[in-house]
Nanobody, 119 residues
Framework: QVQLVESGGGLVQAGGSLRLSCTAT????????MGWYRQAPGKQRELVAT???????NYADSVKGRFTISRDGAKNTVSLQMNSLKPEDTAVYYC?????????????WGQGTQVTVSS
């Protein structure tokens, strides 16, 4: 099992910045991907950004150039620096870790942290 604990959400004005962090504990071996997803009210959960154990990153088009994902392997932490925030970035942000399974990958999720951007 992997436990993910998030921190750093909050309320910010449009144009501002926030930094989210997520620490993984438990059986953290063979975690291939870590990342962030978000879910706004009435919408499906969507990918924000992911990073592999080798440092390769992937971003949703809507956040490219504004958000930066990073990973500290020694601390088992993944962070999301969010700049130039927009009201449409308002959502619950979830940390995700994908671990190699026997047959299929296994996904783990944090409890979510609220990000609210006011206009």
């Amino acid at each position: 099992q992997v436990q993910l604990v998030e921190s750093g959400g909050g309320l910010v004005q449009a144009g501002g910045s926030l930094r989210l962090s997520c620490t993984a504990t438990g059986n953290i071996k063979k975690i291939n991907y870590m990342g962030w997803y978000r879910q706004a009210p009435g919408k499906q959960r969507e990918l924000v950004a992911t990073i592999t154990s080798g440092g390769n990153t992937n971003y949703a088009d809507s956040v490219k150039g504004r958000f930066t994902i990073s990973r500290d392997g020694a601390k088992n932490t993944v962070s999301l620096q969010m700049n130039s925030l927009k009201p449409e970035d308002t959502a619950v942000y979830y940390c995700n870790a994908e671990k190699a399974g026997v047959i299929l990958p296994i996904d783990y999720w944090g409890q979510g942290t609220q990000v609210t951007v006011s206009s």
